[in-house]
């Protein structure tokens, strides 16, 4: 099994950045397409980015697109993703995600996924 574990969450005020990690312990992640998905209060959990294995693949929603860019480490098992011009609305819990492919975690990463616990990012006005 893969154990994704995040990090990097806090308190920014709008406008600023923040960098989120994302190391998968465990198993290791060769082969897995991961990803971050976000849960605001009151919301359902939304997807935010994808990266392929190989770094070569990368997917955003565009709520987050041309703000926020993810890569990845396989030497060090650990995905990334940095957080810039942040908003209010980008308030949420932040969880990282592990699947074998981009349409599974896209579709069924409720089911199929190997998540993280989340880390809280919260961006004041």
């Known amino acids: 099994q893969v154990h994704p574990v995040e990090s990097g969450g806090g308190l920014v005020q709008a406008g600023g950045s923040l960098r989120l990690s994302c190391a998968a312990s465990?198993?290791?992640?060769?082969?897995?397409?991961m990803g971050w998905f976000r849960q605001a209060p009151g919301k359902e959990r939304e997807f935010v980015a994808a990266i392929s294995w190989s770094g070569s693949n990368t997917y955003y929603a565009d709520s987050v697109k041309g703000r926020f860019t993810i890569s990845r480490d396989n030497a060090k098992n650990t995905i990334y993703l940095q957080m810039t011009s942040l908003k209010p609305e980008d308030t949420a819990v932040y969880y990282c995600a592990a699947d074998v492919s981009y349409s599974r975690l896209r579709s069924e990463a409720w089911r199929t996924a190997y998540w993280g616990q989340g880390t809280q990012v919260t961006v004041s006005s």
């Open positions: 465990g198993r290791t992640a060769s082969g897995y397409v």
